[in-house]
Antibody
Framework: QVQLVESGGGVVQPGRSLRLSCAAS????????LHWVRQAPGKGLEWVAS????????YYADSVKGRFTISRDNSKSTLYVQLDRLRSEDTAVFYC????????WGKGTTVIVSS | DIQMTQSPSSLSASVGDRVTITCRAS??????LAWFQQKPGKAPKSLVY???TLQSGVPSRFSGSGSGTDFTLTISSLQPEDFATYYC?????????FGQGTNLEIK
């Protein structure tokens, strides 16, 4: 079945880095636009970044531009996001999602930024 | 950036009620509007895309309508499993944006 599984979350100190992964299965990964969306504790959904099917086009929310980098490996059917210079306000559950209208979501991975 | 405004922010209703949630875009987004349902501790679930197309497997009591700047999600007869938070999202242009959410509670 169509599935997205995030991993890589954890507790990290402010200013440090983390890389999240999203492993896909059950669909043609290499033709799909993909996204990262996050949700801070008790808050709503916030779009973070998107990447085109071939990795050529990347888009970022202003809140993460210059600190986060989205990428993909179509040979491994895996989406990534590199989180650098993390701040306390980046604490959130990070979800990956497929397609422009986000028809499939992973279960999320939790990032806690705390000293 | 396109701002998405949902109303109401919270809503109390009873099983069997008809409920409508509204989402307004700050500029024309054509039909590039999606609706999601989220339950506590769970990932969002896609309900509607292209403003009015129901995702496969979503019960027919859910319906979406609208175009341009004004959109609605309607649940024709609330069921116990429908009590959740609902979000709209525009995918007409980057940055993609979500509404602030509507918390649907049991009366």
């Amino acid at each position: 079945q169509v599935q997205l599984v995030e991993s890589g979350g954890g507790v990290v100190q402010p200013g440090r880095s983390l890389r999240l992964s999203c492993a896909a299965s059950g669909f043609t990964f290499k033709t799909s636009t993909l996204h990262w969306v996050r949700q801070a504790p008790g808050k709503g959904l916030e779009w973070v970044a998107s990447i085109s099917y071939d990795g050529t086009n990347k888009y970022y929310a202003d809140s993460v531009k210059g600190r986060f980098t989205i990428s993909r490996d179509n040979s491994k059917s895996t989406l990534y996001v590199q989180l650098d210079r993390l701040r306390s306000e980046d604490t959130a559950v990070f979800y990956c999602a497929r397609a422009a209208y986000m028809d499939v979501w992973g279960k999320g991975t939790t990032v806690i930024v705390s000293s | 950036d396109i701002q998405m405004t949902q109303s109401p922010s919270s809503l109390s209703a009873s099983v069997g009620d008809r409920v409508t949630i509204t989402c307004r875009a700050s500029q024309d987004i054509s039909h590039y509007l999606a609706w999601f349902q989220q339950k506590p501790g769970k990932a969002p679930k896609s309900l509607v895309y292209a403003a009015s197309t129901l995702q496969s497997g979503v019960p027919s009591r859910f319906s979406g309508s609208g175009s341009g700047t004004d959109f609605t999600l309607t649940i024709s007869s609330l069921q116990p499993e429908d009590f959740a938070t609902y979000y709209c999202q525009q995918y007409n242009a980057y940055p993609y944006t979500f509404g602030q959410g509507t918390n649907l509670e049991i009366k």
